[in-house]
C-alpha cells in the first residue's frame, strides 16, 4: 500500500517545488508554504478527507489497514483539492 500512496502522489501536482515523503504509511507532503499547506488541508477537511497541515507540510497518516478502493478514494479527493 505504500508504494500505491508514493506513486500516485509523485502524479499529483501541488504547485511550485512541493516535496512528498513516505515512511510506511507515514506521509508528509512539504508544500514549502504554510498558508498553502492549511488552504490544502482546510480543502481536504471540508471534502471529508482528515489530513493535518503542520507548518508547511501536510499530513496522511493512513490506518495500517486501509484497503484499495478508500485509499483511492482518500487520494482522489487530496488531488481535487491539490
Known sequence: MSEYFRTRLAAMRFGG???????????GIDLH???AAERLGERCRRKGLL??????????????TIDAETAREGLDILEACA
Not at 517545488?17 to 506521509?27: F, K, N
Not at 489530513?51 to 495500517?64: C, K, M, Q, R, Y
Request: aromatic share 0%; glycine share 8%.
Open 17 to 27: 517545488d512541493a516535496e512528498v515523503r513516505v515512511v510506511g504509511l507515514a506521509i
Open 33 to 35: 508554504d504554510e498558508k
Open 51 to 64: 489530513v493535518s497541515a503542520e507548518g508547511e507540510t501536510v499530513l496522511l497518516i493512513p490506518a495500517l
